[in-house]
Nanobody, 124 residues
Framework: QVQLVESGGGLVQAGGSLRLSCAASTRTFSSYEVGWFRQAPEKEREFVATIGWSGSILADSVKGRFTISKDNAKTTVYLQMNSLSSEDTAVYYC???????????????????WGRGTQVTVSS
């Protein structure tokens, strides 16, 4: 298990930007795939993005607006969110799992470590 702490959430107007950070407490951070998920009130947790050794994937709903990056030296993953809309309002969670192959994972159950989340609210 790795400890994860999210930060960077807040209140932003529609069309604005935020950058979320996910700091991990492990010296073997490069061996982990790290994903971002979000959960809006009364909705299921949904996949946003994930990043592994050499690449990343994004949910269709955020492609062209969000980017995910990983700094192994700082053991931190970032989620840059641009052109935010009210539909992006949710609690954002980062999650991690050891890399075991070349596939990327998009289901919450695929990840073994979770942060507590950070609230993102977009006002229209």
């Amino acid at each position: 298990q790795v400890q994860l702490v999210e930060s960077g959430g807040g209140l932003v107007q529609a069309g604005g930007s935020l950058r979320l950070s996910c700091a991990a407490s492990t010296r073997t951070f490069s061996s982990y795939e790290v994903g971002w998920f979000r959960q809006a009130p009364e909705k299921e947790r949904e996949f946003v993005a994930t990043i592994g050794w050499s690449g990343s994937i994004l949910a269709d709903s955020v492609k062209g607006r969000f980017t995910i990056s990983k700094d192994n030296a700082k053991t931190t993953v970032y989620l840059q969110m641009n052109s935010l809309s009210s539909e992006d309002t949710a609690v954002y969670y980062c999650a991690a799992r050891l890399i075991t192959g070349t596939l990327y994972h998009t289901r919450p159950d695929d990840f073994s470590s979770w942060g507590r989340g950070t609230q993102v609210t977009v006002s229209s």
